[in-house]
């Protein structure tokens, strides 16, 4: 699996993430700035112009932490509050695996950065 790391005000958290069609088009487009909304009081999102791949999305719960993408809207998502809710179609893109998710119940939109962790052989 690859890294990212992800930047919101002065925190820094690492994520693991897939190897699909939909991870590999978001990393060729890192380093970037996202402005996301907090939607729903659950999920950071953000809403691309254009689709991106999506070969693998199904229908699924999330995990606290998950990095997805919904094809309907475009979106590139981080759950950060579970509420139990099944999503269809979902597109699995990474899971967060350090760093101060809660921080994001009450930051209202915030503008993230995203960037490549480079893998040494």
């Known amino acids: 699996m690859s890294k990212i790391k992800i930047i919101v005000n002065e925190s820094i958290l690492s994520a693991e993430v897939?190897?699909?069609?939909?991870?590999?088009a978001l990393l060729d487009l890192m380093p970037m700035k996202l402005p996301m909304l907090n939607l729903y009081t659950r999920e950071l999102t953000y809403r691309f112009k254009q689709a991106l791949p999506a070969n693998e999305a199904h229908t699924s719960g999330y995990r606290v932490g998950d990095i997805a993408y919904w094809p309907p809207r475009h979106s590139f998502v981080i759950f950060y509050k579970q509420t139990g809710e099944?999503?269809?179609?979902?597109?699995?893109?990474?899971?967060i695996n350090t760093g101060n998710l809660a921080q994001f119940r009450s930051s209202g939109d915030v503008t993230i950065s995203f960037q490549r962790i480079e893998e040494r052989p």
């Open 18 to 24: 897939e190897n699909n069609a939909t991870t590999r």
């Open 86 to 95: 099944i999503i269809s179609p979902l597109q699995p893109i990474g899971h």
